[in-house]
Every structure is written in C-alpha cells, then in structure tokens.
C-alpha cells in the first residue's frame, strides 16, 4: 500500500509495529529515489524542450532538482511505502525516531552464554 503523506505511513508503521508485537519481525528500508528529480517551481521547460530530436545532447540537469527518499516497511504479508522529500526529511526523521523508540520495549533481551569451570576443576 502506497501512502500518499509521510504521516499516514507513520500511522500505518505504529500500527504495524502494534501487531507484530508479541512475535514477528518488520522490515524498513530506506534509498534514495530512482524517479526523476521533482523540479522547484520556476525551472520547468516547456513541452517543445521536452521532445528531444534525435542526435541532440541531453539538457544539462537542474542544479534545483530535489529527490526524494523512498521508505518501505513491510512484515511479510502486508507492505507499505512512501516518498519523502529532502526538505521534509528532518521532519519525518525525528517522528520516525519517536515511533521507534515507542516499540523498542518489545526486542528479546540477548542471552548470554555462562563461561565454563570445567578448567576450574582441573
């Protein structure tokens, strides 16, 4: 499920993490977006520019171009993303920090193995 906003994945993320409390895992990852860079209001071109002849070089890139971050979490069975731009990172980030650390109280305690006296004994 794509989520349109950066709060309604965060909704769905809490929600997630809700469910998957007594046992299960979640999966989050985040990357750099493979779609082209949205432009800042006044660096568009027109559609002539966009047609492109044969054997012409390519426009040089914008230096205002802003990607976006892509975020997905999925727990094996139900999947859902967002795209998050750079400016609202920060943003997302310390909400996203937020849910997280809500639901680390559910992670297993390591078990930590006891050494052995068999030397000891010896």
């Given amino acids: ?3 349109a906003s950066a709060d309604t994945f965060l909704n769905e993320l809490h929600k997630l993490f809700e469910r998957k409390k007594k046992s299960g895992s979640i ?3 985040m990357k750099r977006s ?3 860079p949205v432009r800042k209001e ?5 559609k002539k520019k966009q047609q492109k002849k044969k054997g012409s ?3 040089p890139p914008a230096a205002e171009a802003e ?12 999947k859902i993303s ?6 609202e990172i920060v943003k997302f980030q310390s ?3 937020l849910i997280l650390r809500a639901h680390m109280d559910s992670l297993k305690k390591r078990e930590k193995s006891k050494p052995k006296k068999e030397a000891a004994a010896k």
């Fill in 1 to 3: 499920m794509y989520c």
């Fill in 27 to 29: 999966w989050i990852t």
């Fill in 34 to 36: 493979n779609q082209k």
């Fill in 42 to 46: 006044g660096a568009g071109s027109s």
């Fill in 57 to 59: 070089t390519p426009p």
């Fill in 67 to 78: 990607y976006k971050c892509l975020i997905r979490a999925t727990d094996g069975k139900r």
């Fill in 82 to 87: 967002t795209a998050v731009a750079a400016s």
């Fill in 95 to 97: 909400s996203y920090a």
